[in-house]
């Protein structure tokens, strides 16, 4: 069974910085595409950022751009998302996605029906 396990969303003031991390289990992350989202309260869904492992491809949305880095931990099935000059905008639900890609190319998918594989998510508020 695979499992996705987000952790580090807290309570940050604006301008400070956090690190989500996404823990997997049952699932090696070689030739899988890795996704952020972010759900804020009556808002949809969107993308955040997305990296391909094995090519190390990587997308942010306009609104990160940055700010926000997104990392694969090599020899580990850890992504993490490193989030910096955080703003009362970023607060939301932030999901971890994961799904098979293909261990060549670098297609890294941002729609949310694209990933297979969801965690939980992790709360992260910012206080302006």
């Known amino acids: 069974e695979v499992q996705l396990v987000e952790s580090g969303g807290a309570l940050v003031q604006a301008g400070g910085s956090l690190r989500l991390s996404c823990a997997a289990s049952?699932?090696?992350?070689?030739?899988?595409?890795i996704g952020w989202f972010r759900q804020a309260p009556g808002k949809e869904r969107e993308v955040v950022s997305c990296?391909?492992?094995?090519?190390?491809?990587?997308f942010y949305t306009d609104s990160v751009k940055g700010r926000f880095t997104v990392s694969t931990d090599n020899g580990e099935n850890m992504v993490y998302l490193r989030m910096n000059s955080l703003n009362p905008d970023d607060t939301a639900v932030y999901y971890c996605?994961?799904?098979?890609?293909?261990?060549?190319?670098?297609?890294?998918?941002?729609?949310?029906?694209?990933?297979?594989?969801w965690g939980q998510g992790t709360q992260v508020t910012v206080s302006s």
């Open positions: 049952g699932v090696n992350f070689d030739g899988y595409a």
């Open positions: 996605a994961a799904t098979f890609v293909g261990i060549s190319g670098s297609y890294c998918p941002i729609l949310g029906h694209e990933y297979r594989f």
């Open positions: 990296i391909k492992k094995n090519g190390g491809n990587t």
